[in-house]
């Protein structure tokens, strides 16, 4: 693809940042500083339960602020990442246990009206990615379900082991996958189903199922696009009867969590 514009159309002293770019900035830098304050956030609290018993009846406040300061501080560091234009440090990690940590986030997030139930199989591999980012697609995927069920229903996270051979790859459902071993991230559940014809588009940029107005399309996209950039890939089916599952692959790594 080819543009009119040349170097000579732009001087470098004349550039101006659009006010995006000025904002991601501005967001950049104050995630930055939170961050920091965040940092000095956990280092009290690791005081404060240096002090406490764990048979105090403060010890779990404290352990629950500590763990919402890290979160946030996985939060922040996407944010500057984001705005950097990085892909952020991959570290060894077991899925399972990262679906088990954010889960005191998700369950508040879906109601009273949805039952949330985490799986995780003995034995996980480790996978190499970038926990805010694995963070995000999970969070993204389980608000998908959440939306298609608005009178309530069941969520169901499934963390396990897959070989895929080459006889798989070619003639199963699973044929977008490369023949490897991997780490299956499953979220089923039990709501309203794809629509037909929907299943092949509804990863695409502004695709959306939802009335106008309650969907930007793009939460879906990000996750595929997190796959991929993973050397994985992800598939969405609609099960027989209510509702659908999405099965991501990421490809096993070698070293412990």
Not at 149 to 169: L, Y
Request: hydrophobic fraction near 40%; aromatic fraction near 8%.
């Amino acid at each position: 693809m080819t543009s009119s514009a040349t170097a000579l159309d732009f001087p470098s002293e004349q550039f101006q940042p659009s006010t995006e770019d000025m904002a991601i900035r501005l967001a950049a830098g104050i995630a930055h500083d939170f961050g920091n304050v965040l940092t000095s956030i956990m280092g009290r609290t690791d005081s404060l339960l240096a002090l406490v018993k764990a048979t105090d009846p403060t010890y779990p406040q404290i352990q629950g602020i500590q763990k919402d300061a890290q979160r946030a501080s996985i939060l922040t560091r996407q944010l500057v990442e984001f705005a950097g234009g990085r892909a952020g440090e991959a570290a060894l990690l077991d899925v399972g246990e990262i679906v088990f940590d954010l889960a005191h986030i998700l369950i508040p997030m879906l109601g009273s009206k949805i039952e949330f139930a985490v799986v995780r199989e003995p034995d996980l591999w480790t996978v190499s990615t970038n926990q805010s980012q694995l963070e995000m697609a999970l969070m993204n995927l389980v608000k998908n379900a959440r939306d298609a069920m608005p009178d309530g229903g069941q969520i169901a996270v499934f963390t396990r082991n897959k070989s895929i051979n080459a006889a798989e790859a070619l003639q199963s459902n699973e044929c977008l996958v490369k023949p490897g071993q991997y780490v299956v991230l499953e979220v089923f559940d039990s709501g309203v189903g794809i629509p037909d014809g929907a299943s092949t588009k509804i990863f695409e940029p502004f695709f959306t199922t939802k009335p106008g107005g309650k969907g930007s399309g793009l939460g879906l996209a990000n996750v595929r696009s997190y796959f991929r950039k993973n050397g994985g890939e992800i598939i969405a089916k609609r099960l027989v009867g209510p509702g659908s599952v999405f099965r991501g692959f990421l490809p096993r790594a070698s070293g412990a969590a």
